[in-house]
């Protein structure tokens, strides 16, 4: 038995005997390669979908789905294994690995130049150390530790976690003894006292004032005290609440099923709610709402235009961002999900599309030519933008796959590449794995069995075909002529 090294070798050297001008070489299973010149791209696929490389201008990508993934760009080199799981960053004097973002190990340098080193193990251990002082911390949750400028707050201490814990933020401390249930405020003009869920009082003089008694039942919350006009909350649920502010009131009797909102500064708008969230009818200058769910729903806001019919089956929305008009549809959210653009300022101009039909099938059209196919597709829809997802996944899943780099330049390829087909007005290409390939191109044809072992040729100007063995070389390309305007 060939040990997985040799194979990798038996399949480099195949390839490396490939004319660098053919368009694809066929040995499938061993190794299906691939050279698109619209976008330049170099790809090999070896032992079906398992082993690959991609090459693109200033980028490199090859792995071992679904485990393994290295991607190499710019001044940043990616690993990744078992992904989601395992990945490693080298970008710079920055170091990262992480383990599903729970254990995390980071080196780089801080914003005084100093060799800074972070460890993570969520959510018990936390680190910094540079060798200074004023950013270094060491935290072992629940036991001890200090943590400082993360998670929102210019430092954290605990000790013996719930019994204490200590946070500060801007001169502003907060003191838990035991959290969450004794609470002290106070530095920086704060002061509060808190018995949760008893009662509670804290504020600062002209800035806000706030109090709870038998939370969250009854409470008032006033802020901007400094203002003609301060902004308050009250509430004694679940029968009566009310927030108002300058231009703004919004009151709920037996809340949330009932009220109503109504601000006329810095824009109009007017809300009334029945048996909220169901029935909701809302007007104003930015917004309009018009909800009867859940068998209809209708809404305007800044712009952005949704429709729901029978929620959660049907839903329409329509936008315009930096030009471009932009409607989505969906059918239970992702079962169907399509999304077209068109240009707000040229109308004449071909629109773009992505449509998923789950877990069926994925396309792709950018209105300039570039279309894309692939049966089957089950990540595509919930991972738009998941380049390892698209990578390491959702090849295997590609019985059928459709390119178009431009009109009449298609190529079709069925389970992984065992068989495919290629179009274009310069040339035309079959594979059948290794068993059968054919092409013409530059009024000249080849056809080979066995990768070479027989081969039928017939040279430009030629009416004859020519018989020849063991032809290994490669499939006739163009001229570079031709060559230079076929993508």
């Known amino acids: 038995m060939f040990s997985r090294t040799t194979l990798w070798l038996i399949a480099a050297a195949l390839t490396a005997a490939v004319s660098a001008r053919a368009d694809e070489d066929n040995a499938w299973p061993v190794f299906v390669k691939h050279d698109s010149p619209e976008p330049q791209t170099r790809s090999v696929q070896y032992v079906g979908p398992l082993f690959f490389a991609k090459e693109t201008p200033g980028k490199k990508?090859?792995?071992?789905?679904?485990?393994?993934?290295?991607t190499v760009e710019a001044d940043r080199e990616t690993d990744l294994l078992f992904y989601p799981f395992f990945s490693w960053q080298k970008r710079g004097d920055t170091r990262v690995f992480s383990f599903f973002q729970l254990v995390n190990d980071r080196d780089e340098k801080n914003f005084e130049g100093k060799p800074t080193h972070y460890f993570d193990v969520w959510p018990f251990y936390f680190s910094r150390h540079s060798?200074?002082?004023?950013?270094?911390?060491?935290?072992?949750?629940p036991v001890a530790g200090t943590i400082k400028n993360r998670f929102g707050r210019d430092r954290i201490n605990f000790f013996v976690f719930p019994l204490y814990g200590h946070t500060e933020k801007d001169g502003r401390h907060i003191k838990h003894t035991p959290w969450p249930f004794v609470r002290t405020i106070y530095g920086n003009g704060h002061k509060g006292f808190e018995l949760w869920p008893l009662f509670g009082h804290k504020g600062r003089e002209g800035d806000y004032r706030s109090q709870f008694y038998l939370w969250p039942l009854i409470y008032k919350n006033e802020r901007k005290l400094s203002e003609p006009v301060p902004s308050v909350s009250v509430g004694f649920l679940p029968f009566y609440t009310r927030d108002t502010a300058p231009g703004y009131i919004n009151e709920n009797f037996v809340w949330p099923f009932f009220g109503y909102s109504d601000r006329t500064e810095p824009v109009k708008y007017h809300e009334t709610r029945y048996f909220w969230p169901f029935l909701v009818q809302a007007h104003g200058d930015v917004r309009n709402v018009n909800r009867w769910a859940p068998f209809y729903t209708h809404s305007v806001n800044k712009g952005y235009d949704k429709t729901w019919y029978l929620w959660p089956l049907?839903?329409?929305?329509?936008?315009?961002?930096?030009?471009?008009?932009?409607?989505?549809?969906?059918?239970?959210?992702?079962?169907?999900?399509?999304?077209?653009?068109?240009?707000?300022?040229?109308?004449?101009?071909?629109?773009?599309?992505?449509?998923?039909?789950?877990?069926?099938?994925?396309?792709?059209?950018?209105?300039?030519?570039r279309k894309q196919a692939q049966v089957l597709s089950p990540f595509e829809v919930f991972f738009p933008t998941n380049e390892p997802i698209r990578q390491l996944y959702t090849p295997f899943f590609a019985i059928y796959r459709f390119d178009q780099q431009a009109p009449n330049h298609t190529r079709h390829a069925v389970l992984w590449n065992l068989l495919s087909w290629k179009n274009t007005p310069a040339d035309k290409e079959f594979h059948l794995g290794p068993i059968l390939n054919v092409k013409a191109a530059d009024n000249r044809q080849r056809i080979a069995l066995g990768r070479g072992l027989i081969s039928l040729q017939r040279p430009r100007g030629e009416r004859v075909w020519r018989l020849k063995l063991f032809d290994f070389r490669s499939t006739p390309a163009p001229s570079p002529a031709t060559a230079a305007a076929t993508p």
């Open 314 to 369: 049907v839903r329409h929305a329509e936008w315009t961002d930096d030009g471009i008009t932009q409607e989505k549809n969906q059918f239970l959210y992702f079962v169907y999900w399509s999304l077209k653009q068109t240009s707000a300022t040229n109308p004449n101009a071909a629109p773009a599309h992505k449509t998923h039909l789950w877990p069926l099938i994925s396309s792709w059209d950018n209105g300039a030519g």
């Open 131 to 141: 060798g200074d002082e004023r950013y270094d911390y060491k935290a072992l949750f």
């Open 61 to 70: 990508v090859h792995g071992f789905r679904p485990f393994y993934m290295e």
